[in-house]
């Protein structure tokens, strides 16, 4: 085909208008590029800000999870009503410091206390006083130990105190400090005056194991409530308690106990079945 008369008179004209426009078609074409580029660039930062926003929940909901099971955690070896550490936090810090005792060769002794009488506080001033009992307790206690030891809460009115690097004649002195300090510092009221009986035993090759640690320390506990209440004893091997003395001792406590309600006849009864139970174990 053959070209236009206004192709013949301006060639140079024709050509230069076809370059333009092919130049303002690339241009229009890179601009769609651009602006296609541009939003997906701004697609790629909405996700890269989304996906921030996602990680720095998640941290904050780990963060949240471990904070709440530390919580969990630490909640479930306190005592709620005292603070103190309860049996499970006993019992994980008894291995610890019996297997320090053994590497170190450092004495460790074990002392349990019981509130005197607690029964009976109960049952005249109420739970709610003989909650501020334990409490004061705990406070009272708490102050005269160092803080190298443990005290815990294991149940109901007993406690129990780990006194590291501590022999016997040093245990004295600490069971004599706080059955004074509870005997002349308690009786805030509402909570009534109180006292408190307890046992101790050092730990030996044959005291080894936790709860007969723990059992021998009760067995002084034990003592110490029927030879008196308000005092503490250590656990001596091979001591014994005369039968006659362990059931008159045995009829006194009991009977500082006895239910009110009970007649005589009926607490002869109840006295008359508990001196025969401990002549059977006395005569084991």
């Known amino acids: 085909m053959g070209r236009t008369t206004r192709e ?11 370059k333009t426009i092919r130049t303002e078609e690339s241009i229009e074409k890179l601009q769609a590029e651009i602006q296609k580029l541009k939003r997906n660039f701004e697609a790629a930062q909405f996700l890269l800000q989304e996906s921030k926003r996602e990680k720095e929940h998640l941290l904050l909901e780990n963060e949240t999870l471990y904070h709440e099971k530390h ?5 479930a070896r306190i ?8 049996l499970r936090s006993y019992q994980e810090t008894i291995v610890r410091e019996i297997d320090r005792a053994k590497r170190t060769g450092h ?23 003989g909650d501020l009992v334990i409490k004061r307790l705990a406070d009272i206690v708490g102050h005269k130990l160092r803080s190298s030891d443990t005290i815990a809460r294991i149940g109901g009115e007993e406690f129990i105190i780990i006194l590291s690097d501590t022999n016997l004649e040093d245990a004295k002195n600490v069971a004599d400090k706080v059955v004074k300090a509870v005997e002349s510092e308690s009786g805030i009221p509402p909570a009534p005056k ?20 723990k059992e021998v320390a009760d067995r002084a506990l034990n003592e110490a409530k029927l030879k008196g209440i308000n005092q503490m004893l250590p656990y001596e091997e091979g001591r014994t308690i005369e039968k006659s003395e362990l059931i008159a001792q045995a009829v006194r406590h009991f009977r500082r106990g006895m239910p009110k309600a009970l007649s005589k ?3 002869g009864q109840v006295a008359e ?7 059977k174990e006395t005569d084991e």
Do not use: C
Not at 8 to 18: A, F, L, T
Not at 71 to 75: F, G, L, N
Not at 107 to 128: A, R
């Open 71 to 75: 919580q969990a955690e630490k909640d």
């Open 194 to 213: 109180f006292t408190i009986s307890g046992g101790y035993a050092q730990w030996s090759e044959k005291n080894e194991n936790p709860h007969v640690l």
């Open 107 to 129: 004495p460790l002794t074990l002392m349990m206390i019981d509130i005197d009488d607690f029964k009976k506080i109960n049952d005249i001033e109420g739970h709610d006083v």
């Open 8 to 18: 013949k008179m301006w060639p140079g004209r024709v050509q230069s208008i076809e």
């Open 273 to 279: 079945s508990l001196l025969k139970e401990i002549d």
């Open 265 to 267: 006849k009926e607490q």
């Open 79 to 86: 005592d709620t009503l005292t603070g103190l550490p309860n």
